[in-house]
Structures are given as C-alpha cells and as structure tokens.
C-alpha cells in the first residue's frame, strides 16, 4: 500500500505570495490532517477534513485554508505569506481521524519564505 | 485543560544503555495514547499506541511503553538503545473534543546516542 505522498518537497516563495500544498492520503483513509512544525513551536494542529468536511480547525489565521476532494486527497492554501510561515508543512492520513485511530505522515514540505 | 507533557526536552544516552521517555498527560477520561518518532528530515512514524486492555504494550523497533492511569503517564521505554535510534519522540494524547476526538501533542523529546 503506497504511503502518505506529499507535494512538492521543497518550495521557496516571497513574502505576499501564495502556495498551495498537496497531499495525498493512503488508499481507504478518509481524514485527512495537517500540521505546522517549526523549531521552536513543535507540532502545531492546522485543521483535519474528513469526508471532504472540515472537523477540527487549530488557532491559525484566516490565511491558512484547507479542502478535501471526493477523492480524499487534500490541498492547504496559505495566502499572504509572511516570513514566519516558513516551516515544514505535515499531512497526516488515518481511517477515523487523529485522536482515534494513528496518525500516517508524508515526509512533509519545506516552505522558505524570503 | 487538557495537555501533554514531556518533561525532557533532550536527552543523551549511550548506544547500549536502555532508554525511558516521559510522558504525563492531564484529562479528565482514560486517553487514547500514543508513541510516535521522527526522524531528521522525515515525516513522523507511529511507534505504538494504547487503546485499552493490557497497559503494557509493544511497539515497533523494540520500543515498549506502559499506561500507567493513577500517574496518568505513558512512559516509552526500551532495553537497549542502538544509534539508529536518534531521533524525535512524540507522546500524543486522543481526547474527546464533543463528538470527535482530538489529537493533543508533546513537544518532543530529542534523543541522541553517543557511540
């Protein structure tokens, strides 16, 4: 069974930009989560989409949007980059949702904002 | 409020040496609990979780933990620790969250291994 694949690995955008990121979960997964890890935050929850519907949502900004596609395969959108966005960026896929049944990570994006 | 709690930020052993990671958490019910590591550059890797039943439980790469319920603690541990096993740790906590549950994280232990 094919692992979490997350897309692109590496991005470098500016400041006022925008960027989407990609994920796709394993094959049967239905939530679909995704999370912000800098160096001195740790994990920070971003929001988790399960059947295409939003069902948790972290303390970030407006800036930070998510969807979930028939498919399962969710995209997260930031807009407005700033400096401090810059992270790796972890999708996470599971059968029933993060807090009950494990969590199956990508190996994340790494997004450089300049 | 609920929370997780990983006492140590770092920790330095020798290959060989057995190994016990922290973890203490604060809720109100029995948790679902779980033990996951990152590697660098990589994304994070579930070594073992708890559920109910038995509260020893076994993991992946030789790894155990326990639940212990009167210290709400969830304690990793293994025998022998072997160099590919520098990494970061994460406990991690399912609560409810109304109807739905929700995954409440540490922040992590380091771990390195001197040769």
């Known amino acids: 069974k094919a692992g979490v694949t997350q897309t692109p690995r590496y991005l470098i955008k500016t400041r006022g930009q925008q960027v989407t990121l990609s994920c796709s979960p394993i094959?049967?997964?239905?939530?679909v989560s995704w999370y912000q890890q800098t160096p001195g935050q740790g994990l920070q929850f971003l929001f988790e989409y399960f059947s295409e519907t939003q069902r948790n949502k972290g303390n970030f900004p407006g800036r930070f949007s998510g969807r979930q596609f028939s498919n399962s395969r969710s995209e997260m959108n930031v807009s407005t980059l700033e400096l401090g966005d810059s992270a790796l960026y972890l999708c996470?896929?599971?059968?029933?949702?993060?807090?009950?049944?494990?969590?199956?990570f990508g190996n994340g994006t790494r997004l450089t904002v300049t | 409020a609920q929370s997780v709690t990983q006492p140590d930020i770092h920790i330095t052993v020798s290959e060989g040496a057995s190994l016990e990671l922290r973890c203490n958490y604060s809720y109100g019910a029995t948790p679902y609990l779980f033990w996951y590591v990152q590697s660098p550059g990589q994304g994070l890797q579930l070594l073992l979780k708890y559920f109910s039943g038995d509260t020893l439980v076994q993991g992946i790469k030789g790894f155990e933990a326990e639940f212990k319920r009167s210290q709400s603690s969830f304690n990793l541990r293994k025998p022998s620790v072997h160099w590919s096993d520098a990494a970061e740790y994460f406990c991690a906590v399912g609560a409810r969250a109304g109807n739905n549950r929700k995954l409440i994280w540490g922040l992590g232990t380091s771990l390195a291994v001197n040769p």
């Open positions: 094959s049967g997964h239905r939530s």
């Open positions: 996470a896929s599971s059968l029933e949702g993060g807090g009950a049944s494990p969590l199956h």
